[in-house]
């Protein structure tokens, strides 16, 4: 019965359910008609410069209608201010509604602005700059008009006032002063002037903070002048007392844009504290006064004109150094041709050296008297007794080469002969294998070393031993470069279509912008180190090529005296230079934090090569092979990256990177000491013990070599101290403190090099002396402009922008362009002082040329 009944009357009680609902929806429908009929609405005609003193409910609204004559030729901003008066109106704002010919504009009273960790700021006084649609006509009237409503039944008291703004329109050249806070921020109109198609504005302000943002932005409406929007179109860039932007002419259709500077309601984009948390995720937080008085100028910027004189310029200086190298060439082509050679006369007849006088007494029972007399004449010509001398005493030369040959012999006696020194070692003189080993330990563990000593290996292995340097730099330069190259493509991209500023650590105020690219001239002045770099391996292929063709005429200078010339260090050397300037070009497409490393991988690069180079000069033989010492020189890179993801602040970092620095000292330093002859193995620990009880503690013997002592103990006094300093100040730059710690390691082994070579009886020629003193000069001037600086990306855009200078050279280049070229320089003199600083040694014979 309940079923058939439910049955029966479901229909019905669906129809009535329905009618319910309708007969509701109609009375509510009702008491909003009742209600919007009381609601009253009153438009009033008001006029500009006029404050309005007005109370808003729910029930009424008010529209304020303007009117004003816009002229094409003269442009006038209008200005909408408003005050709220009344206490609590945060619970129930006020909307304000400005309707345009082309726009809306719509804001609440109190204007409520979010900070960071959303953060809300209540800003009762609000004033806002209409923007202005084109007009086509001469003159023409515009019509607006305000709304005033809200939703709260009881009375909100405001004032509102619309001016004109007669400085709408900024001038080229002319300063013009404001003041602007959050929730009142201020922009005006620039048109470009005929002729002018790049201007740079400038923003500048005595006070730091509050934190500001500087936009450029197109004539179009809405214009985005508020905290939270001021970065959805248009080119921007926080600041605190200056910000810079150059703006060119094509990226603006309308020749003209505006200058919009907006107040920050915070102060953490600029590096400022970061204030309290708010108790409850709702609760307001006074701002208080956060008012900033700022003033702007646009001026022109450089003419092509300048881009090509700046161009001639940095070519002009460079191509000279090409210019004095050829001449310096062809000064030394001429000496070179006017100086004979000595050469081997026959195979098993010994030449007559300028070392070994007496050697032509040997065959003397072979040549006749006139024979001996005319080859000693003619072979000393060649050094210390002089061409007359030769001439005119045959006969008292020849007593004098047999006595210097007498005294050979009785020193040979002790020893091995020089001949037996050199490579020119039987195979029949050693039993196995084990037997050269034996004789390499006792060579290279003497107390005194020449570098004949260490100059017995086969000449053509070690070029090409040294010759690997050269190539793998090569390979290493072609797949580090072309990331890189991406990398920073796209960077520059993010900033040309976000238009943020803030991305890259410009020097803004001379930062001339060339197709895509921000900053040309800091591009620019990298050539330098291309085309130095390019010079110098020019330089090392020339004396390759003489080198080559004395070794083909059997040049007994070449085969048997000064340092043995390998030329693949100073080719590798030379591409490292190039490279450096390539990958310092890309960093300065967008100079960041990020990419800083590209600028400084070659330059440990660099320093390691150069360090190598000078220890190869006295220990051909046991120098690092390329495969080593790139490793290491990868390893160091890992940590410069390393360094800037973890390094900041981070104490764990920190303590690893100087425990392996400190350990990494000590390995290389018994490394160099013992010049390679010991073993890091399981007994290593208990080898130590031993010399430590051996040499110290049951007799106290100094070191068996002093001046290798003396160079590792300041060596590792100066990495100590560096590992200690970076355990204690964590800096944040590592990447240029791993930099320095290069430098100085580099720095204090050629002062070693140099003094040694002193002490030797060596001396430097002029040619060596000139390049030695330049350099150090051209490096005192460099290190002057680098340490200006310009921008940091150690602190906030808007901190770094503090730095900013304007141009110094042409209006095209900086202090840090300055030190662009002066470096490239510096580091060519340094090259050529490694490579010209032995130049002495030439006619000495090896084993009369120490090791140190």
Known sequence: MVLRSGCKFGPVLVWFRLGYVVLLWLCVTHLRCARAETKTV??????????????????????YAFNHTVSRNKTEGVRVTVDVLSEGAESS????????KQAVLSFQVPLILRGLYQRKYPYAHVGRTLCQPPTRSLTETQ???????????????YQLRISRVDSFTLHTDKKFSFTASPSQPQYFKYVFPDGVDTVIVKVNSEMTFPCSVMSIQDIQCPVYDLDNNVAFIGMYQTMTKTAAITVQRKDFPSNSFYVVVVVKTEDEACGGPLRFYPLRPDELIDAGNRSKTLDVVVSPA????????????????FLS???LTFLVACVENKRSVDRPTVVYRKPGVTPVSPYEYGSFVDNASTLSSEAITDSIASDANYRYMGQETLKRRPFLTAIHHVAIRIERSLESVAGRS???????????????????????NIVRTKKYLCVSDLARKDKRVLSKKYQIYFWNIVTIGVFYALPVIQLVITYQTVVNVTGNQDICYYNFLCAHPLGNLSAFNNILSNLGYVMLGLLFLLIVLQRDIIHSRALDRNDLNALECGIPK?????????????????LSACYHVCPNYTNFQFDTSFMYMIAGLCVLKLYQKRHPDINASAYTAYACLAAVIFFSVLGVVFGKGNMVFWIVFSVLHILATMLLSTQLYYMGRWRLNSGILRRIVYVIYTDCIRQCSGPMYIDRMVLLVMGNIVNWSLAAYGLLKTPNDFASYLLAIAICNLLLYFAFYIIMKLRSGERIQCMAMVCILFTAVVWGFALFFFFQGLSTWQKTPAESREHNRDCIVLSFFDDHDIWHFLSSIAMFGSFLVLLTMDDDLDNVQRDKIFVF
């Open 93 to 100: 704002p006020i909307l304000f509604v400005v309707r345009q």
């Open 42 to 63: 009153v438009q009033k005609d008001a006029e500009f410069d006029v404050t309005y003193n007005d109370t808003v409910t729910s029930d009424n609204q008010t529209i």
């Open 418 to 440: 020089r001949q037996e020194s050199l490579s020119s070692i039987e195979e029949d003189d050693y039993d196995t294998l084990a037997d050269i080993d034996s004789d390499k």
């Open 143 to 157: 019509y607006f008009f305000v709304d005033v409503s809200t939703l709260s039944s009881l009375g909100t008291h």
């Open 302 to 317: 450089i003419s092509s004109d300048v881009y090509v004189m700046g161009m001639l310029f940095c070519l002009g200086i």
């Open 321 to 323: 150094f090409y210019l």
């Open 566 to 582: 390998h030329f693949g260090l100073f080719y590798a050397m030379g591409t490292a230079l190039m490279m450096e300037g390539l």
